[in-house]
């Protein structure tokens, strides 16, 4: 079993800057990945970044350049460095974990289908 918690939200102006945090614990090993999902209010949950156990990187389009995720084998924990952040950006901000070593699959089936996931940590930007 993984479990995962997030951290790092909050309330922050358009244009602002926010870092989330995600720690796992629990059988997590070297061949999981992991990543950040969001869903917004009224929305299907969508994939942010990602880091498959490869050491490969996806962003969505909308975060490019803006975004970055890292992560630090030794703590456990996968970080999100938000930037120039916009109103459209406001969403619950979910971890998620699969043993598959492939997080990077944006598609809906693929996101629902991933192992675990946190409870998520709210983002709300104000314009």
């Known amino acids: 079993q993984v479990h995962l918690v997030e951290s790092g939200g909050g309330s922050v102006q358009s244009g602002g800057s926010l870092r989330l945090s995600c720690t796992a614990s629990g059988n997590i090993y070297i061949n999981y990945c992991m990543g950040w999902f969001r869903q917004a209010p009224g929305k299907e949950r969508e994939g942010v970044a990602a880091?498959?156990?490869?050491?490969?990187?996806k962003y969505a389009d909308s975060v490019k350049g803006r975004f970055t995720v890292s992560q630090d084998n030794a703590k456990r924990t996968l970080y999100l460095q938000m930037g120039r952040l916009k109103p459209e950006d406001t969403a619950m901000y979910y971890c998620?974990?699969?043993?598959?070593?492939?997080?990077?699959?944006?598609?809906?089936?693929?996101?629902?289908?991933?192992?675990?996931w946190g409870k998520g940590t709210l983002v709300t930007i104000s314009s």
């Open positions: 998620a974990a699969d043993w598959s070593g492939i997080c990077s699959g944006f598609e809906t089936y693929e996101i629902s289908g991933m192992d675990y």
């Open positions: 880091i498959d156990s490869d050491g490969s990187i």
